[in-house]
């Protein structure tokens, strides 16, 4: 932090309220198609109440695994109930093998569920084609076979991603993207978090999983922003602009985005714990600190202040001699980071990249890169890590580095 005169702090907060004031007002008064129950105020005053009564997380050390759509994608003949089961069946009993303890599984990845909603559409890895229901509730198969192993399954919720190029390959008619403020970027299609409603929509989409399921986690993943370029949202940015008082200046593009995704993440937060409080709340950013400020991602605020998370954990994708993020000193820093005493740090490892000519080929040095890793981790007492991905367990370019993984996992 900068040092600032002895005034500067008092000048820079009433600046500082007065423009997330004005910001505010902008928001809720856009009529698209409704507005959020609370204001930020509002939020944060929920925050503050929640926080005195912090969920507990288990003190054994996660080891988790995260299950992406493409590894729950349904072949023509999987299609069904008893199909469906047998493909969870052998997910359960690889995660058992390997020591799994919580599954990360992606439950709304572009905009739908793979769940019954009232809010969005049928996902096309289940059915084939988005809004076409299948005769079973494919999440409910999974908690259920899941927990009965004694592994706990968190829900992974890509909140802003509508499609990307061909994925999927058609939205239903029955997507509701069509009734709210979105963008386009790289012929992908995203939710505009900058709207109250859109904010509420996501909002209500997690509080239907809490509400309606056992489950024990909710994760969001590293898509906020897709990118720190400025022209995608900036009419919507002009219009916040333009509604800032003539006595003020409104605050920075990059500043209001992460002031939504804030917004978002508070907005989260509260509404989980305010259905089940033993329900966890986490995010797993990318490990590079820019590239999170870059995407909205204010990783420093939500490490170290109450009410916007209970776990966090970073995608540390790296080798341990990476020519530019080696793991020890990416793992320290990220330690240094959560300030907070009651949010627990779990690392993601690259285990997709054992035995590959990745990072300059540096996980070809050693077939302990993930043995290491957890290894470190325990030295500077994180509380346990998750592996990306689920295909990757019993792959045969990551065989041996699993196996040395494996062997020391309790």
């Not at 969001?220 to 022209?231: K, N, Q, R």
């Not at 966890?280 to 590079?288: L, R, T």
């Not at 420093?300 to 080798?319: R, T």
């Not at 990220?334 to 690392?347: E, H, R, S």
Request: hydrophobic fraction near 35%; charge should be negative; glycine fraction near 4%.
């Amino acid at each position: 932090m900068k040092k600032r005169k002895v005034f500067a702090p008092l000048i820079f907060s009433l600046i500082f309220l007065f423009t997330s004031i004005i910001f505010i007002s902008f928001t809720q008064n856009k009529q698209t198609v409704q507005t959020e129950s609370s204001s930020v105020s509002e939020i944060s005053q929920t925050s503050k109440e929640i926080s005195e009564a912090v969920p507990q997380i288990s003190e054994s050390e996660m080891h988790g695994i995260w299950i992406p759509y493409m590894s729950l994608t349904l072949s023509p003949n999987e299609r069904s109930k008893n199909g469906f089961e047998s493909k969870i069946n052998t997910m359960v009993e690889k995660c058992v093998k390997y020591k799994i303890n919580t599954a990360v599984i992606q439950v709304r990845p572009f905009g739908d569920s793979i769940y019954p909603s009232k809010i969005f559409p049928y996902s096309h890895i289940i059915t084939g084609t988005q809004g076409v229901s299948p005769d079973f509730d494919p999440l409910d198969i999974i908690i259920r076979k899941f927990h009965k192993k004694n592994i706990s399954v968190h829900a992974w919720v890509n909140p802003l991603r509508i499609s990307t190029g061909q994925t999927p390959p058609v939205l239903s008619d029955s997507n509701p993207y069509k009734n709210y403020p979105t963008f386009n970027y790289n012929n992908g299609i995203y939710y505009d978090p900058a709207y109250p409603e859109v904010r509420k929509l996501i909002i209500d989409g997690i509080a239907e999983i809490v509400g309606n399921y056992d489950i024990d986690g909710i994760q969001l993943d590293d898509y906020f922003y897709p990118s720190d370029e400025s022209d995608y949202d900036k009419n919507s940015y002009d219009e916040y602009a333009k509604s800032v008082k003539s006595d003020f200046l409104p605050i920075s593009q990059h500043e209001w985005r992460k002031a939504n995704i804030n917004m978002l993440i508070e907005g989260i937060y509260s509404k989980i714990h305010s259905i089940k409080n033993n329900v966890v709340f986490g995010i797993a950013p990318q490990c590079n600190f820019d590239n999170n400020e870059k995407i909205g991602a204010d990783v420093n605020v939500w490490c170290s202040q109450k009410g916007y998370i209970d776990y966090i954990c970073p995608q540390l994708y790296v080798s341990n001699n990476h020519p530019t993020f080696p793991f020890n000193p990416l793992a320290d820093k990220w330690k240094a980071t959560v300030t907070d005493p009651n949010i627990k740090l779990y690392f993601g490892l690259g285990m997709y990249k054992a035995g590959s000519d990745a990072d300059s080929s540096t996980w070809l040095l050693s077939d302990d890169n993930l043995k290491k890793q957890i290894e470190y981790s325990r030295a500077i007492k994180i509380n346990g890590f998750m592996l990306y991905s689920y295909e990757y367990l019993d792959s045969s370019d990551t065989e041996k580095e699993v196996r040395n993984a494996v062997a020391i996992i309790e």
